[in-house]
Structure formats: C-alpha cells, structure tokens
C-alpha cells in the first residue's frame, strides 16, 4: 500500500489547512485509517482516526473541536481538516491504514505508512 499525504504548510496561528492522503489500494473502504504527528525527539502522537465506514472517530484531547477527519472511499482517500491551529501543532503529518476495518489509536494496531507532511504553524 502507498499513501501519499499533502496539503501541509505555513499557517499563521489560528488559521487552517486541510491534508489530504490518497491511498494507491483498491481495498482501501475495507481499512479504518488515522493520522499521527511527530516533532523531533518526541514519539508519534496520535492525532484521530476513522473506521473505514467513516462511522466512527477518535481524536486525541488536543485536536479535539478543532480538528475534523473524514474519507472519501470512492477517491481512496482520507482527509484532515484543521482549523484554530496553534503553534503546538506544528509537526510531521502522517497518514496510516489500519490493520482492520475499525478506528485505532496505537501506532502498532497500523500496518502502512504515508511519507508525511510537514505542518508549520507560526505565532
């Protein structure tokens, strides 16, 4: 599976981008997909995720309200809205599929990664 992530940016605080993540897998409704974020020297941090109906969504306690994830499974692709953002968001963006059909929130319950995009958000 490739998963090709996009849309990250330099945003101005309170302002907002949307990623994108096409993924090249023709079974790509049959997987719950996520989106995880990374700073130097820190561990990826979960960030949300949906299963692959879109019926269910996690999101991790800092992105709550702001952020919205959503998938279009005739496009093969996932989706991040983010709005309000604040410096604290700044990191790598990085798509993954999920190892089944549900909504996970551990780095090890994903079996592909995207490359990741960078996201800035300046004060």
């Known amino acids: 599976v490739q998963l090709q992530a996009s849309g990250g940016g330099l945003v101005q605080t309170g302002g907002s981008l949307r990623l994108s993540c096409a993924a090249s897998v023709r079974t790509f409704r049959w997987y719950g997909m996520g989106w995880f974020r990374q700073v130097p020297g820190k561990e990826r941090e979960f960030v949300t995720a949906?299963?692959?109906?879109?019926?269910?969504?996690y999101y991790g306690d800092s992105v709550k309200g702001r952020f919205t994830i959503s998938r279009d499974n005739t496009k093969s692709t996932v989706y991040l809205q983010m709005n309000s953002l604040k410096p604290e968001d700044t990191a790598v963006y990085y798509c993954?599929?999920?190892?089944?059909?549900?909504?996970?929130?551990?780095?090890?319950?994903?079996?592909?990664w995207g490359q990741g995009t960078q996201v800035t958000v300046s004060s």
């Open positions: 949906i299963s692959r109906t879109g019926g269910t969504t």
């Open positions: 993954a599929v999920s190892k089944d059909a549900f909504a996970a929130t551990m780095v090890e319950d994903f079996r592909s």
